[in-house]
């Protein structure tokens, strides 16, 4: 199976391959048809357990491999793919003001219950010497995000990914987002949100800064 071969191959390399880690660049040719077949065999085996006749019912006869392209090709595509293409452009007028960008969507998966967690993400860049394109930002989060995560975490991965690629002074992310396991299951508290923030560099050091970034983001859509 293919799963015992990654696990293998996992293993060797000694990369721990957690739920919101990627391991796109440890797959082979035809690794990721393996996984999905893999994945819909499997997926049609909780069917079953669930006691559901697919055999003869109509609407669930094809839902183990919708499924399995669904988590392997859409929503957990971050794991098996790799990142999007990021250009870098000179920040050639010397810009050295805070910018902001959000809120980007944010759609992803509770690793924990395997439900949504569904929101926002906002970004305040402090820029050095790189620039990159703004509908970039959407594209790194969609695809850290996509991945069976915990908020506190992907808030941590989407400031390391936006570091390394802006290589900016000063990064900050914030995300604000519901969380099915939470609204629609257990408690069932629809009014809940998690906000999550993560401040490096020059937001760290500098208040003015800081407190400006804070008030921006009071006034972006989605925020009142
Ligand atoms: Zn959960």
Redesign the pocket.
């Known amino acids: 199976m293919i799963s015992d071969e990654l696990e293998q191959r996992m293993r060797t390399i000694k990369h721990k391959h957690f739920a919101n880690d990627t391991i796109y660049s440890y797959l082979d040719d035809g690794d990721l048809q393996k996984i999905e077949d893999e994945v819909a065999v499997a997926f049609q085996g909780v069917l079953k357990a669930l006691a559901i006749n697919t055999r003869e019912d109509h609407n669930t006869k094809d839902t183990a491999r919708r499924v399995a392209k669904m988590y392997v090709h859409e929503i957990f595509k971050g794991r098996y793919y790799p990142p999007p293409e990021v250009t870098a452009f000179p920040n050639a007028k010397q810009y050295d003001q805070l910018y902001m960008t959000g809120p980007i969507s944010v759609d992803s998966t509770?690793a924990?219950?395997f439900?949504p967690i569904s929101g926002q993400c906002y970004i305040g860049i402090f820029p050095g010497k790189k620039v990159i394109g703004l509908s970039k930002f959407n594209r790194l989060v969609d695809w850290i995000v996509s991945r069976p995560q915990i908020q506190e975490e992907m808030t941590e991965q989407i400031a390391d990914t936006i570091e390394k690629e802006t290589e900016a002074k000063g990064v900050a992310v914030i995300v604000k987002a519901e969380?099915f396991?939470?609204t629609a299951r257990g408690v069932k508290e629809h009014e809940s949100d998690m906000m999550t923030s993560v401040l490096r560099g020059d937001f760290l050091k500098i208040d003015h800064l800081k407190s400006e970034f804070f008030s921006l983001l009071g006034n972006m859509k989605g925020m009142k």
């Open positions: 509770c924990h219950h439900q969380h396991c939470m």
